[in-house]
Protein backbone atom coordinates (compact mmCIF):
# COMPACT_ATOMS: atom_id res chain seq x y z
CA UNK A 1 0.00 0.00 0.00
CA UNK A 2 0.75 3.87 -0.26
CA UNK A 3 3.25 4.53 2.23
CA UNK A 4 3.71 8.94 2.68
CA UNK A 5 7.06 9.90 4.75
CA UNK A 6 7.11 14.07 5.72
CA UNK A 7 10.04 15.69 6.74
CA UNK A 8 11.00 17.70 9.11
CA UNK A 9 9.22 16.81 12.18
CA UNK A 10 9.41 20.56 13.40
CA UNK A 11 10.49 23.47 12.01
CA UNK A 12 10.92 26.79 13.05
CA UNK A 13 11.72 30.05 11.50
CA UNK A 14 11.29 33.84 11.87
CA UNK A 15 8.67 36.00 10.84
CA UNK A 16 8.53 37.10 7.04
CA UNK A 17 11.55 33.69 6.39
CA UNK A 18 10.25 31.12 4.37
CA UNK A 19 8.87 27.36 5.06
CA UNK A 20 9.30 24.40 3.35
CA UNK A 21 8.15 21.04 4.26
CA UNK A 22 8.55 17.80 1.95
CA UNK A 23 6.99 14.92 1.15
CA UNK A 24 7.46 11.62 -0.61
CA UNK A 25 5.34 9.21 -1.35
CA UNK A 26 5.62 5.55 -2.86
CA UNK A 27 2.94 4.14 -4.59
CA UNK A 28 3.27 5.87 -8.36
CA UNK A 29 -0.50 5.05 -9.32
CA UNK A 30 -1.47 8.18 -6.41
CA UNK A 31 -2.27 11.03 -8.25
CA UNK A 32 -3.87 13.50 -5.57
CA UNK A 33 -1.72 15.19 -3.14
CA UNK A 34 -3.47 17.94 -0.56
CA UNK A 35 -2.08 19.65 2.28
CA UNK A 36 -3.71 20.27 5.48
CA UNK A 37 -2.92 22.45 8.70
CA UNK A 38 -4.73 21.54 11.81
CA UNK A 39 -4.48 23.84 14.52
CA UNK A 40 -4.70 22.03 18.02
CA UNK A 41 -8.21 20.29 19.16
CA UNK A 42 -9.56 20.98 15.33
CA UNK A 43 -10.14 19.47 12.10
CA UNK A 44 -7.45 19.32 9.21
CA UNK A 45 -8.24 22.52 6.88
CA UNK A 46 -6.99 21.54 2.96
CA UNK A 47 -4.30 24.59 2.48
CA UNK A 48 -3.72 23.45 -1.39
CA UNK A 49 -3.65 20.74 -2.89
CA UNK A 50 -2.35 19.40 -6.82
CA UNK A 51 -3.20 16.94 -8.84
CA UNK A 52 -1.00 14.68 -10.96
CA UNK A 53 -0.91 16.37 -14.19
CA UNK A 54 0.20 19.58 -12.87
CA UNK A 55 3.98 20.36 -11.82
CA UNK A 56 3.22 23.30 -9.78
CA UNK A 57 -0.05 25.27 -7.69
CA UNK A 58 0.05 28.38 -6.06
CA UNK A 59 -2.37 30.48 -4.14
CA UNK A 60 -0.76 33.64 -2.53
CA UNK A 61 1.71 32.96 0.26
CA UNK A 62 1.22 29.18 -0.42
CA UNK A 63 2.22 26.61 -3.22
CA UNK A 64 3.12 23.20 -3.95
CA UNK A 65 5.01 21.58 -6.69
CA UNK A 66 5.43 17.76 -7.51
CA UNK A 67 7.75 15.81 -9.18
CA UNK A 68 5.81 12.79 -10.31
CA UNK A 69 9.37 11.05 -11.65
CA UNK A 70 11.18 11.67 -8.29
CA UNK A 71 7.80 10.39 -6.01
CA UNK A 72 8.06 13.69 -4.17
CA UNK A 73 5.78 17.28 -3.41
CA UNK A 74 6.57 20.20 -1.37
CA UNK A 75 4.77 22.92 0.40
CA UNK A 76 6.33 26.44 -0.17
CA UNK A 77 4.68 29.06 2.29
CA UNK A 78 6.78 32.29 2.17
CA UNK A 79 6.12 35.86 4.02
CA UNK A 80 5.62 33.44 7.16
CA UNK A 81 3.48 34.95 9.70
CA UNK A 82 2.84 34.14 13.30
CA UNK A 83 -0.72 32.78 12.34
CA UNK A 84 0.43 30.42 10.02
CA UNK A 85 2.21 28.15 13.32
CA UNK A 86 0.59 24.99 13.75
CA UNK A 87 0.52 21.48 12.24
CA UNK A 88 0.81 21.02 8.64
CA UNK A 89 0.24 17.23 7.07
CA UNK A 90 0.77 15.71 3.49
CA UNK A 91 -1.25 13.32 2.02
CA UNK A 92 -1.53 11.26 -1.06
CA UNK A 93 -4.84 8.94 -2.58
CA UNK A 94 -4.99 7.51 -5.54
CA UNK A 95 -7.95 9.40 -6.50
CA UNK A 96 -11.87 9.10 -6.59
CA UNK A 97 -11.67 6.88 -9.84
CA UNK A 98 -9.13 3.98 -8.90
CA UNK A 99 -11.19 0.68 -8.90
CA UNK A 100 -14.00 2.69 -9.16
CA UNK A 101 -14.13 3.71 -5.36
CA UNK A 102 -13.02 6.85 -3.40
CA UNK A 103 -9.57 6.84 -2.81
CA UNK A 104 -7.98 6.82 0.50
CA UNK A 105 -5.88 9.52 1.79
CA UNK A 106 -2.60 8.32 3.46
CA UNK A 107 -0.91 11.17 5.83
CA UNK A 108 2.47 11.85 6.66
CA UNK A 109 3.53 12.32 10.12
CA UNK A 110 3.13 16.20 10.23
CA UNK A 111 4.90 19.04 10.30
CA UNK A 112 5.06 21.23 13.28
CA UNK A 113 5.59 24.38 12.17
CA UNK A 114 6.89 27.62 14.68
CA UNK A 115 7.01 31.40 13.30
CA UNK A 116 8.69 33.27 16.01
CA UNK A 117 7.61 37.33 15.84
CA UNK B 1 -18.83 24.76 0.87
CA UNK B 2 -19.01 21.26 1.55
CA UNK B 3 -19.94 21.07 5.34
CA UNK B 4 -19.43 17.80 6.90
CA UNK B 5 -20.84 17.92 11.09
CA UNK B 6 -19.67 14.88 13.82
CA UNK B 7 -21.73 14.58 17.25
CA UNK B 8 -20.63 14.85 19.75
CA UNK B 9 -17.87 17.15 19.73
CA UNK B 10 -16.76 15.49 23.25
CA UNK B 11 -17.43 12.41 25.31
CA UNK B 12 -16.65 10.59 28.91
CA UNK B 13 -17.67 7.43 29.08
CA UNK B 14 -16.97 4.37 31.83
CA UNK B 15 -14.65 1.37 30.46
CA UNK B 16 -16.83 -1.40 29.27
CA UNK B 17 -19.62 0.85 27.51
CA UNK B 18 -19.98 1.72 23.86
CA UNK B 19 -20.09 4.93 22.40
CA UNK B 20 -21.99 6.26 19.05
CA UNK B 21 -20.61 9.17 17.00
CA UNK B 22 -22.41 10.29 14.18
CA UNK B 23 -20.77 12.02 10.94
CA UNK B 24 -23.19 13.81 8.83
CA UNK B 25 -22.53 15.38 5.14
CA UNK B 26 -25.31 18.33 5.69
CA UNK B 27 -25.01 20.21 1.93
CA UNK B 28 -23.92 17.47 0.19
CA UNK B 29 -24.52 13.60 -0.45
CA UNK B 30 -21.34 11.73 0.13
CA UNK B 31 -20.44 8.58 -1.51
CA UNK B 32 -18.46 7.78 0.73
CA UNK B 33 -17.02 8.72 4.27
CA UNK B 34 -13.89 7.79 5.88
CA UNK B 35 -13.01 7.21 9.64
CA UNK B 36 -9.94 8.25 11.25
CA UNK B 37 -8.50 8.27 14.87
CA UNK B 38 -5.86 10.63 16.26
CA UNK B 39 -3.78 10.50 18.87
CA UNK B 40 -1.94 13.45 20.64
CA UNK B 41 0.90 15.21 18.46
CA UNK B 42 0.62 12.69 15.78
CA UNK B 43 -0.72 11.46 12.28
CA UNK B 44 -4.56 11.02 10.97
CA UNK B 45 -4.75 7.23 10.96
CA UNK B 46 -7.39 5.85 8.42
CA UNK B 47 -9.39 3.22 10.47
CA UNK B 48 -12.04 2.43 8.11
CA UNK B 49 -13.99 3.40 4.67
CA UNK B 50 -17.65 3.01 4.45
CA UNK B 51 -19.98 3.66 1.17
CA UNK B 52 -23.41 3.60 1.46
CA UNK B 53 -25.41 0.66 1.43
CA UNK B 54 -22.26 -1.71 1.82
CA UNK B 55 -20.23 -3.16 4.50
CA UNK B 56 -17.31 -0.67 5.42
CA UNK B 57 -13.25 -1.62 4.58
CA UNK B 58 -11.31 -1.74 7.54
CA UNK B 59 -7.78 -1.02 7.64
CA UNK B 60 -5.16 -3.53 8.68
CA UNK B 61 -5.59 -3.54 12.61
CA UNK B 62 -8.33 -2.31 13.68
CA UNK B 63 -10.87 -4.69 14.80
CA UNK B 64 -14.35 -4.43 12.75
CA UNK B 65 -15.92 -5.74 15.72
CA UNK B 66 -15.17 -3.47 18.40
CA UNK B 67 -15.50 0.26 15.98
CA UNK B 68 -19.03 -0.93 14.26
CA UNK B 69 -19.65 1.39 11.74
CA UNK B 70 -22.88 1.85 9.54
CA UNK B 71 -23.10 4.22 6.73
CA UNK B 72 -27.29 4.18 6.21
CA UNK B 73 -27.60 7.03 3.96
CA UNK B 74 -25.34 9.21 1.54
CA UNK B 75 -25.75 12.11 4.43
CA UNK B 76 -24.63 9.39 7.88
CA UNK B 77 -22.34 7.32 8.75
CA UNK B 78 -21.81 6.22 12.45
CA UNK B 79 -18.78 4.93 14.57
CA UNK B 80 -19.71 2.88 17.68
CA UNK B 81 -17.02 2.36 19.77
CA UNK B 82 -17.84 -1.15 21.65
CA UNK B 83 -16.80 -2.41 25.19
CA UNK B 84 -14.44 1.11 25.35
CA UNK B 85 -11.39 0.83 27.36
CA UNK B 86 -9.09 3.81 28.13
CA UNK B 87 -6.74 3.29 25.45
CA UNK B 88 -9.67 3.81 22.95
CA UNK B 89 -9.27 7.53 24.01
CA UNK B 90 -8.68 9.81 21.17
CA UNK B 91 -9.15 11.98 18.93
CA UNK B 92 -12.08 10.62 16.23
CA UNK B 93 -12.47 12.49 13.04
CA UNK B 94 -14.99 11.58 9.90
CA UNK B 95 -14.55 13.02 6.35
CA UNK B 96 -16.64 12.41 3.19
CA UNK B 97 -16.21 13.19 -0.31
CA UNK B 98 -18.50 14.37 -2.90
CA UNK B 99 -19.78 12.03 -5.50
CA UNK B 100 -16.61 11.63 -8.19
CA UNK B 101 -14.44 14.15 -6.08
CA UNK B 102 -11.30 14.68 -5.37
CA UNK B 103 -11.15 16.21 -1.69
CA UNK B 104 -12.50 15.03 1.62
CA UNK B 105 -14.46 17.56 3.68
CA UNK B 106 -13.38 16.44 7.24
CA UNK B 107 -16.00 16.80 10.51
CA UNK B 108 -14.66 18.78 14.17
CA UNK B 109 -13.82 15.43 15.17
CA UNK B 110 -14.73 13.78 18.70
CA UNK B 111 -12.99 13.78 21.76
CA UNK B 112 -13.48 10.63 23.18
CA UNK B 113 -11.96 9.76 26.80
CA UNK B 114 -12.89 6.20 28.56
CA UNK B 115 -12.11 6.60 32.06
Known amino acids: GENVEQHPSTLSVQEGDSAVIKCTYS??????FPWYKQELGKRPQLIID?????GEKKDQRIAVTLNKTAKHFSLHITETQPEDSAVYFC????????????????FGKGTKLSVKP | GAVVSQHPSRVICKSGTSVKIECRSL??????MFWYRQFPKQSLMLMAT?????????EQGVEKDKFLINHASLTLSTLTVTSAHPEDSSFYIC???????????FGPGTRLTVT
Open chain 1, 91 to 106: AASLGPYYGGSQGNLI
Open chain 2, 50 to 58: SNEGSKATY
Open chain 1, 27 to 32: DSASNY
Open chain 2, 95 to 105: SADAIAGFEQY
Open chain 2, 27 to 32: DFQATT
Open chain 1, 50 to 54: IRSNV
